[in-house]
């Protein structure tokens, strides 16, 4: 039998000889020696409580979390491997390392929080493979609530690397580790119903994805600054050990990079308990500043929409039925828009394409047409005389090429019409995102795949040209990109409100209480909150072959927590989502949602458990008052929410929305108590919430 030595001593030679042969300017290096002492370097976060070791020993790249001297992340490898190109996993020696620290504070335009500190301390890695003398660097950086940490590579000759495996790995403690997650490689993207369970049951998931260890820590796994580059999921390789898998190409490649290229930031957000991971800024502090300069332009605002209506089978997208983007049903629209204070009136179905079946048919959807009931001139022109925007809506039923070729025009016709905010969607199965290459032959794309990362990106920055802000729907998932691109200001990418409408079954009454855990970690979410109408499938159809859902399907909220969502949930365009006519019946509750703003001058998530219950105090953008939602999942609940957060030398006239005393999301979903109390920095605000219930609270300073 040959040595062991042996055999490494040859596969360093005839690795050497290959790279030769090819013509690689790096010349043949040697292997480290399997007796050569392991190199590791440390980092440690601005408090001390957060370390990262980073060891070759082996050969093999590795690293490893602890927080406040417990095992987090148990060392797991790093690397990646490409298709004609030498990899990064064996051989690997630690080169050499430079470390340096930051502490700035910037500012976030609009979002959760006016000014966000970025305060860390940061190690690059340099490491070389043994056998092709090529360079990988790793750059980490420890901040008081986490980790980041992305591969570079320098700049070299011989083009494109396709990446065929990212090696990253995230080693978890198993034993009684919680996890909330929703599943990967499935037909309905990212909209799932959240699962809790131990790791065992965990598969290929998507990110974020939560956990909560033994010890009380609470960790998310994610990552920041997506850009060329192919999402990732989490694939559970071995017992409790997650692998980085990225979505392919329609040619399998997961990833054409051209040297010099930098990954994603993957993302450890870290926090002793749960509400330290709402209140984490990890994600934006490693995404790139502001690249637009002046986005003054890029508002916040609050709207209403034709776009529940036609989820309840009141109107329809197409002609099929009754159309909802009438030219009059629009005005009406705009009429209460004006009336109640909204910014503005999104329509969907205003375009040629949507009759038939427009979920298969994308290729024939066109962008700058309207159907003829559908006066965009007139329409955009009375919004101007009430003070009411138009909202526009692109939807491509996942034909990119018919899109991109319009785009453009598509663009230049809203700036014309005075539009600066767009809804895109993407309806279409996972990995049926259509595209023609240059020989025209179709090809197909999974949503969180590079190529789509590439088109987003693209969408963002054309919008940007014409002065618009843009909210995608069926999108790639959020990774902090805002930062960058300001007018990227809110997405979809969850299961939303309209699965109450049609979802068989809706939305569990846990779902918002685990949202703020996974999801909204990553950035804000249109949910579209504000229904009214709880029992929407129990009215009469409008019309005998226009038949309402199934009648099971119900709102699994009281009125009360629909309110929270507007404080909960945080979107910079929020829409109130019912019809006007469900609004006028409940003009005290409207109240809240007319007073609440979609911005914020800070954020405080201030108790929670995942999956239980959640509140959260957030200040109005540039003012005195403060707003707080709080909700539970099916259980009902005292919430005990200390008012410290409010100016201490100041009163307060508490505005309370809570549950009345029989409220629940099933037998009594509309029972709503309203009262008024003065209160003060040093008072506790005791909020009683009923099973699949909430309350809202707007402290208005005296």
Request: proline share 6%; net charge negative.
């Amino acid at each position: 039998m040959m040595h062991r030595k042996c055999i490494r001593n040859l596969a360093t030679a005839l690795a050497a000889l290959m790279w030769a042969a090819c013509g690689d300017p790096q010349p043949a290096a040697q292997l480290p020696s399997p007796d050569a002492p392991a190199r590791t370097e440390e980092l440690r976060s601005p408090d001390g409580k957060l370390e990262v070791r980073v060891s070759d020993e082996g050969g093999r790249l590795r690293y490893a979390v602890n927080y406040d001297g417990e095992a987090v992340v148990f060392p797991s490898r790093l690397g990646l491997l490409f298709r004609k190109h030498f990899g990064f996993d064996e051989g690997m020696a630690i080169a050499g390392a430079t470390r340096r620290s930051g502490d700035s504070t910037w500012e976030l335009p609009w979002g959760e929080r006016r000014n966000v500190r970025d305060h860390h301390n940061e190690l690059l890695i340099e490491a070389r493979n043994g056998a092709s003398g090529e360079i990988l660097r790793i750059r980490f950086r420890a901040f008081d609530d986490g980790v980041g940490f992305r591969y570079e590579l320098p700049k070299r000759s011989g083009g494109r690397m396709d990446i065929v495996k990212e090696l990253t790995e995230f080693a978890l403690p198993r034993t009684e580790t919680r996890a909330w997650w929703i599943p990967s490689d499935r037909h309905n993207r990212y909209e799932y119903l959240y699962r809790t369970s131990g790791l065992d049951e965990m598969d290929r998931v998507h990110t974020p994805a939560t956990f909560r260890l033994q010890n009380g820590i609470h960790l998310s796994i994610h990552e920041a600054a997506l850009v060329n580059y192919s999402a990732m999921s989490l694939l559970h390789e071995r017992p409790g050990v997650f692998r980085a898998a990225l979505r392919p190409w329609s040619d399998g490649v997961l990833v054409k990079a051209e040297p010099p290229f930098v990954t994603p930031w993957r993302t450890l957000q870290i926090s002793p308990d749960a509400v330290g991971l709402i209140n984490s800024d990890l994600i934006l502090n490693l995404n790139e500043p502001n690249q637009l300069g002046d986005v003054s332009w890029v508002k916040p605002a609050k709207y209403v929409g034709i776009w529940w209506a036609m989820h309840i089978r009141d109107r329809t997208w197409g002609r099929d039925g009754v159309h909802g983007a009438s030219t009059e049903e629009v005005l009406r629209y705009m009429d209460f828009a004006a009336e109640h204070g909204f910014a503005g009136v999104l329509v969907e179905g205003w375009n040629l394409g949507w009759d038939g079946d427009w979920y298969s048919n994308g290729e024939i959807f066109s962008f700058t047409e309207s159907y003829p009931d559908f006066d965009i001139a007139r329409i955009a022109a009375y919004g101007r005389e009430k003070g009411v925007e138009l909202i526009g809506h692109h939807e491509t039923s996942g034909h990119i090429t018919n899109y991109e070729r319009q785009m453009e025009a598509a663009f230049q016709l809203y700036k014309d019409m005075g539009v600066t905010m767009v809804k895109t969607g993407y309806v279409a199965d996972a990995g049926e995102l259509k595209w023609i290459d240059e020989k025209g032959i179709p090809r197909f794309e999974y949503h969180d795949s590079q190529f789509m990362v590439r088109h987003h990106l693209k969408v963002v920055q054309a919008a940007a040209r014409y002065g618009i802000s843009v909210n995608p729907h069926e999108p790639v998932k959020d990774t902090g990109l805002r930062r960058t691109w300001p007018n990227w200001v809110t997405r979809e990418g969850a299961r939303g409100q309209e699965y109450n409408a049609w979802g068989s079954p809706p939305n569990s009454p846990e779902h918002t209480a685990i949202l703020p855990w996974t999801r909204m970690l990553s950035g804000p979410m249109d949910f579209t909150p504000g229904i009214f109408d709880l029992r929407p499938n129990e009215r009469p159809p409008v019309r005998e072959d226009m038949p309402r859902n199934n009648r099971g399907d119900i709102v699994p909220t009281t009125l009360a927590k629909q309110l929270s969502l507007y404080v909960v949930i945080h979107s910079p365009l929020q829409m109130a989502a019912d019809l006007p006519e469900n609004y006028e019946k409940r003009p005290n509750a409207l109240q809240f949602i007319r007073d609440v703003p979609a911005d914020w001058e800070q954020s405080i998530a201030l108790a929670g458990e995942i999956g239980d219950y959640i509140a959260i105090a957030r200040q109005e953008r540039g003012g005195p008052n403060w707003f707080l939602g709080a909700l539970t999942d099916e259980n009902a609940r005292s919430v005990e929410a200390a008012l410290s957060f409010l100016d201490a030398d100041a009163r307060y006239l508490a505005e309370i929305y809570r549950d009345g005393a029989n409220a629940h999301w099933r037998s009594n979903p509309y029972s709503i108590e309203i009262e008024r109390r003065m209160v003060r920095a040093t008072d506790t605000l005791s909020l009683q919430l009923a099973p699949g219930g909430g309350a809202a609270v707007r402290f208005v300073r005296q």
